[in-house]
Every structure is written in C-alpha cells, then in structure tokens.
C-alpha cells in the first residue's frame, strides 16, 4: 500500500511541468548567434522547442494552430531569442518597414520579461516581420505604455514557410536581481492580423496577474555590471511670426547645448540627472475638440526624460477612461523645466521612485508671484508577494511662499486569481496666495472580477472640495461617485464566423457637493468580434447630467466598428448622436448633437504608409446651428529604412481656423542616438485691419513658421 502511494505522488510530481505547460530552459552558448533573422547560425543548432500558443484575445483559451518554435540563449552579455513563425500564406503578412513603435497592428511576436521577479510589471519587447522594433514596459494587467524606449537588437525576415525573427537584448539594457541564479519570468505573444487573434505562451488567464502566469526561467552567473550614459544633445530652432499683412518680424534663433546622464547600480537602481536638458517635442500635439468641453482636455507626454520609468508612479484604482483620477503625476504640468532629476529602482520587495524638476514660471499668471516652481514626487512600493502591494505617494509643488503638498497610501490584493480589490487615500495641505490653507481627502475603492466568461467593476471616488493635487490630472474635485461595469462574455461556435459577443452594461453616479446636483449615465450594449480584426459594438446611453443650477435628462446613440480587411489598409469609426448639454455659465440648454470620426491607414508598400483621421462634432439648438467643429489629422511617412523615415503631417481645425502642416526628417540609430531636422507651418484664417488682426475672417495666410534640428548620442560605458 505505502509502495503505491509513493508510486502515485512519483507519478503527480513527474506530471507537475505537464499541469502548469511546457518547460523552456535557456542555454549558455559561447558563440553569439548574428541577428539578422537567420535561424541557420551555430548557436541556434538543436535548440528549437515548438510551444503550444493559446489564444488570448478575443477568446481567451481557444487553441492557435499556426506553428510556432522559440529558441532561448544567453551569454555574458545578452539574453537571445528566436522564433519560426509558420504562416500558410506568407505573402499576406503584415509586417512592412515603419518606424520604431508603430508596429501594434502589424503580424508580430512579443518578448515579456519581469526581470525582477516582482510580479508588478516587466518589459515588453516586440519584433514585427521584417525586424522593426517596438517596446514599453507593460503593467500586471498587460497594458504596454510604449512611450519608454530601450537598446536592443533585431532581426527579421519572411520565408516562403512564414518568418523567423531574432533579438539580442543586452543585459544593461534590463534589471534584475543579483546573484548566481538570477530567477526572471518570461512569456511569449505571437499577434496574427488575418485571424485577428493574439495568442500567448503561456497562457496568459484573464483576471490573473500577467506577470504571475509568465513562465519562470533561471540564468546562471549573469554578471551585474554598473551601467553609465552620458546622453549629449544639440537643439536649435528658429521662429518668426507675421507682423502684418505685408511684413514678417525677425528670427527668434534659439540653440541648446544639454548632457543627460543616467547610471544604473547593481542592475536595478537608476539614477537621471540632466544639465540644461533636452525637453523639445519633435512634432506637435493632434488637435482635440476644445469647444464645449466641460473637463480640461488631457494630453499625453512626448519629452523624453518624464517618458521612461514612470509606471512607479501610479496609483491603484486610477488610470484613464472613466476615472475621475488619471494618474498622480501629470508632468504636462510641468511646462517649462529648468533642470530635472528621478531615481528608480528596486531593493529588496520594494520598487521606488523619486521625480525632482525645476519649472519656469516666468511670463506665466501664477498666484504665488514666483518665477520657479519646484516639483518633488515620491513613490515607494513594497510587493506582498504574487502581484499584491501596499504603496506610499508624496508630491510636493512649491513656488515662493505658496505649496501644494499631498501624502497618501494605496494598495492592492489579489483575494482570488480572478478578483482584485484596490484601494487609495490620500490628504493635502495647500497654500495659494492670501487664502487661507486648505486641506481636503481624496480616497477611492474598487474590486474587480475578470474572467473569460465574466467581466465586474465596481467604483468608489471621493474628493473632498479643497482637494487639490498640482501634479495630478484630476477631473473634478468636490463629489463623491460610484461606478459599476457589469460585462457577460460569450465565446459562440460555427455561428456566422463570431469569435466573441459582449453584452455591456454600464452606470454611474455622481453628487456633486456643490450644487447639490447629480450626474447619473446608463449604458447597455452591444459588442462582436470577428476574424480579420472586425469589431462592431452599439450602444443605447441614458443621462441626467447637473449644470450650474438645473439637472438636465437625455438619451443618446452610439455606433462603432473598426476592421483590418487587408494587410495594407486598417479602418476604424464612430458614431454619435442624440441629446447634448451646451455648458455655458450664462445661458445653458440642452440640444441635439451628432458627431462621427473616421481614421484609416492605408500601407501600399513596405515603405509607404498614409494614416488620416476626420472627425466632425455639431451642436443644434431647436434646429438652428449652434456650432461644428471639423478636425483633420494627415500623415504620410515614407520610411528608406527602419531606422530613417521621412514624413509630412496636416492637421486642420475649423474651430480655430487653422491648417499646421509639419515635415520631419528622422534618423533614429539606437534610442538616444538620433538626428531629427523639421520644418512647421501654421496658416490662419485672419485679416489684417489697420493695425491689428481680426481674426476667423479673410483668407488663409502664414502667420508662424519654425525650423527645428536636433542631434543627439548616446555613450554606453
């Protein structure tokens, strides 16, 4: 009886790997193989191991029956990875030369690595066909901010059985923890544009903690060097803005010599210091519909040095979409810097982060009368194992005798691995000129439950009337809301092609304190998923919105699709229509409005590619047009290779009357190592009287135009 037994467990430890999916041990090689997307070279030799893939989205667990084999490597240096992707139609692929980043709707294969093993968030490295990069770091729920860029090597190549891509990640491009078995989780995604279906190895559960299901994978002796950049920079810009009719005023030349420094210790602990820095957009912001807007607009951030590890910042229980709290560390709000500096890293269970900058208040209306301001933000966040924390926030704005200072905690638990419960508080103090200091609470509550069938989030906000955070992008202050999301999802078979079908039932509430009004939304609607990346989703919205003194009720309609019929062209759309509040402090009143957008890219060649985006918002009033707002956005790019594009942008806004038009020429080595040259152009419709403009009348003319060069490279020591 005792020798059965023992044959028994012997038999369940031997099926262990079986339960949890394949194994995949990587191997120390000598010779390093060459990235190019050749799979023939030495080091790759009897490597190989076919994964099984799972599908992920739109239906979580269906099996992916195109054939994948990943190879693992590593030496002193880089971690290796390689992939046979077959494709019974390889012609059809997705995969042309673009620039770096742009490659989300492209066939691809997708490197995840929590390096740290921390289980709160990890790299993401993403490699399309033909070799052109894309990479972020990606949150526990599988988000991928792409704005931070990392240095690494690709290849690839399509072959008449699909495509095979290769990558070299160095090891001072990650961090990990020290020691002579450094323990990293690693997983794999593989996107198929024609099957609209992205799968994973493993399988990535909905619900679960995407760094929790990566699959554990140990190295030996990786050495853990210190890291230093030195990053020097050269901007110069040139300006003029027409005077009158006739007479342009003089150049406003302005050239910049900056150093950025960053030095990593122990490969988990990064330092940033910069001196006169570089903190230029290289083109400019899409225009947003800015007429009747009853919330500040949000846009996000394009300066390097606030792009890269900023996801520490975050809090639990925020983010964008129907938040009233986006994130706690805006740093739009910083306009103008001087100087900046951050600290990121990891020690031990805890992951931290500090943000100092500097920011030039000169010719700027502030109440504190000052010509600086300084912004201080400081975030730790211990791990309590699996993807659980408890966090610490504090952001500080100090300009003269005014301050802004706000201290909180936040948590989050995994109670099952389908359900997550989240929580924040924080508290400020605030002084603003001759007012008195105002102190106020801001907390928020949520619990979510995610899994393949069914999808619940319930909301909690509170923010107390004198809550403010200068750092922050923060809706509204003042109000108390509760929110639920309550999604059935259904996975239907041999009907009609239907991948997947979503019910969507939405409300929310909000009270205002005050007004003493309430806003109340109701949504309930309709979602379908089909092969070639088809979405179609309707949906039937009920409001009662608060304004100024009067609660206004209205319904509304909303259609929306989007599909990839071709691998040269991707379509998406939407429209809107039905009841619509006109937020006016003097004369208020509740109209009928319709707006609808289209964008498309359309990619002829490998080379070429047009994106185009228009959208039309109006508003009426018992028939009589209130406005219309027209906005277009055009890029054409041209891309000579994957590092060298050139491209011409049009954007026109008929709100403001104007038409910008942008042209760039970009040369992107590695990131940090980069020549950009671009000239800009903004025409307004305006005319000249006498001595001075009167402005949405006459015709269109040139009234600024820019030149901009920037030259920047990175030196890895």
């Known amino acids: 009886m005792k020798q059965a037994f023992f044959l028994i467990l012997a038999a369940l430890l031997m099926a262990v790997p079986h339960l949890w999916g394949e194994e995949l041990v990587p191997v120390l090689v000598k010779t390093p193989p060459k990235i190019d997307g050749d799979l023939s070279d030495q080091a790759w030799q009897g490597l190989g191991r076919e994964l099984t893939f799972v599908g992920y989205t739109p239906s979580l667990g269906s099996p992916f029956l195109r054939k994948t084999m990943v190879y693992t490597a590593y030496d002193q240096k880089n971690l290796y990875f390689a992939f046979l992707c077959e494709d019974p139609d390889p012609s059809q692929l997705k995969g042309g030369i673009a620039p770096r980043d742009k490659v ?62 290769e990558i070299a990640l160095p090891l001072r491009s990650i961090r990990f923890k020290r020691g002579k078995e450094v323990s990293m989780r690693i997983g794999f995604a593989r996107r198929d544009v024609r099957l609209g279906v992205t799968a994973t190895w493993p399988i990535l559960a909905t619900g679960a903690g995407v760094t929790t299901r990566l699959h554990p994978m140990t190295f030996k002796d990786l050495p853990s060097p210190m890291t230093a950049e030195i990053l020097p920079s050269f901007t110069s810009s040139s300006n003029r803005v027409r005077e009158s009719q006739e007479r342009w005023g003089s150049r406003d030349a302005h050239n910049d010599v900056g150093i950025n420094m960053k030095a990593t210790f122990h490969s988990s602990i990064t330092a940033e210091v910069t001196i006169n820095p570089d903190f230029s957009q290289v083109e400019s912001d899409s225009y947003q519909v800015e007429v009747n807007q009853r919330f500040p607009l949000f846009y996000g951030e394009k300066r390097p040095f606030f792009m890269e590890g900023m996801g520490v910042f975050e809090l639990a229980a925020s983010g964008n979409g129907d938040f009233l709290f986006y994130t706690p560390l805006n740093t739009r709000n910083i306009v103008a810097p001087l100087w900046g500096a951050k600290v990121t890293g990891t020690q031990g269970q805890h992951q931290f982060g500090l943000l100092l900058s500097e920011d030039d208040l000169q010719g700027r209306d502030d109440p504190s009368g000052s010509d600086k301001a300084l912004f201080t933000v400081l975030r730790d ?94 809706r509204r202050n003042g109000v108390d809301k509760f929110q639920f999301g309550f ?125 185009s985006g228009f959208s039309r918002e109006r508003l009426t009033r018992e028939g009589s047009k209130v406005y219309t707002v027209d906005l277009f956005d055009g890029r054409l790019t041209y891309n000579i290779n994957k590092h060298l594009f050139l ?71």
């Not at 924040?424 to 439950?449: F, P, Q």
């Not at 996975?491 to 806003?519: A, C, E, M, W």
């Not at 957008?597 to 070429?608: A, C, I, K, N, R």
Request: proline residues 3%; hydrophobic residues 35%; aromatic residues 16%.
């Open 104 to 165: 989300n709707d492209h066939d691809y294969i997708m490197v995840m690595i929590d390096s740290q093993n921390l289980h709160q968030s990890g790299f993401a490295f993403v490699v399309n066909p033909n070799g052109v990069q894309g990479d972020g770091i990606m949150d526990n729920d599988g988000n991928v901010d792409r704005d931070p860029d990392f240095v690494w090597t690709s290849g690839g190549r399509i072959t008449e059985k699909g495509y095979q891509v």
């Open 381 to 474: 966040r211990r791990s309590l194992g699996g993807d659980n924390y408890v966090g610490f926030l504090y952001s500080g704005r100090e300009a003269g005798d005014d301050y802004n200072r706000v201290a909180g905690m936040d948590f989050s638990l995994r109670t099952f691995k389908d359900q997550q419960f989240s929580f924040y508080v924080m508290a400020n103090r605030t002084k603003s000129g001759e007012d008195a200091v105002k102190k106020g609470i801001a907390s928020a509550v949520r619990y979510l439950h995610s899994s393949r069938r069914l999808y619940l989030d319930l909301l909690w906000e509170h923010f107390d009337t004198d809550f403010n955070m200068e750092s922050a992008y923060l």
């Open 487 to 611: 999604v059935p999802q259904f996975f239907p078979k041999n009907f009609l092609s239907l991948q997947r079908y979503d019910t969507i039932i939405f409300g929310q509430t909000v009270r205002d304190h005050r007004t003493g009004l309430d806003d109340q939304v109701f949504v309930i609607g309709h979602r379908f998923t089909l092969p070639h990346s088809v979405t179609l989703r309707g949906d039937f919205m009920a409001f009662q919105e608060g304004w100024i003194d009067k609660e206004y009720i209205f319904n509304k309609g909303r259609f929306q699709a989007s599909c990839q019929p071709t691998k040269w062209l991707t379509l998406s759309g939407n429209f809107e229509f039905g009841g619509q509040l006109f937020y006016s402090e003097t004369d208020p009143f509740k109209g009928h409005g319709t707006s609808y957008s289209l964008d498309s890219e359309f990619q002829p060649t490998h080379s070429l590619s047009l994106e």
């Open 647 to 717: 491209r011409t942008t049009v954007r026109y806004n008929s709100y403001r009357k104007e038409w910008l038009k942008d042209l760039l020429f970009s040369f992107t080595y590695i990131p940090g190592t980069v020549v950009h040259f671009g000239y800009g152009a903004l025409d307004v419709k305006q005319r000249w009287d006498e001595d001075h403009w009167t402005h949405r009348i006459g015709d269109y003319m040139k009234v600024k135009e820019s030149l901009f060069f920037k030259v920047s490279y990175l030196w890895r020591i």
